[in-house]
Nanobody, 116 residues
Framework: QVQLVESGGGLVQPGGSLRLSCKAS????????MGWYRQAPGKARELVAT???????HYADSVKGRFTISRENAKNTVYLQMDNLKPEDTAVYYC??????????WGQGTQVTVSS
């Protein structure tokens, strides 16, 4: 069974950058789209970026122009480069399939805190 392990979060000042990684143990679903989600306290989980099997990236309006998603199938890893971070980006970040019906077991997530 595939396990997803997210890492790379931390505390950063507004305007700073972080690079998140999501490594899949077991067989990486390379034939699937992959996405990054986030969940802030008291808010629903939201999908912020997807990277399709065909190599196309899509972003939520709230992160467009600031976040970049990429993947390395050979390393079973998906990345999220986050630049010009804002306090409202504070959340726990998770990776998974963008389609609910294909969700893998959720990882533990990685905490991103943007604060001065």
């Amino acid at each position: 069974q595939v396990q997803l392990v997210e890492s790379g979060g931390g505390l950063v000042q507004p305007g700073g950058s972080l690079r998140l990684s999501c490594k899949a143990s077991g067989s990486m679903p390379s034939l699937y789209d992959m996405g990054w989600y986030r969940q802030a306290p008291g808010k629903a989980r939201e999908l912020v970026a997807t990277f399709t099997m065909g190599g196309t990236a899509h972003y939520a309006d709230s992160v467009k122009g600031r976040f970049t998603i990429s993947r390395e199938n050979a390393k079973n890893t998906v990345y999220l480069q986050m630049d010009n971070l804002k306090p409202e980006d504070t959340a726990v970040y998770y990776c998974n399939d963008p389609l609910e019906q294909r969700w893998l077991p959720w990882g533990q997530g990685t905490q991103v805190t943007v604060s001065s």
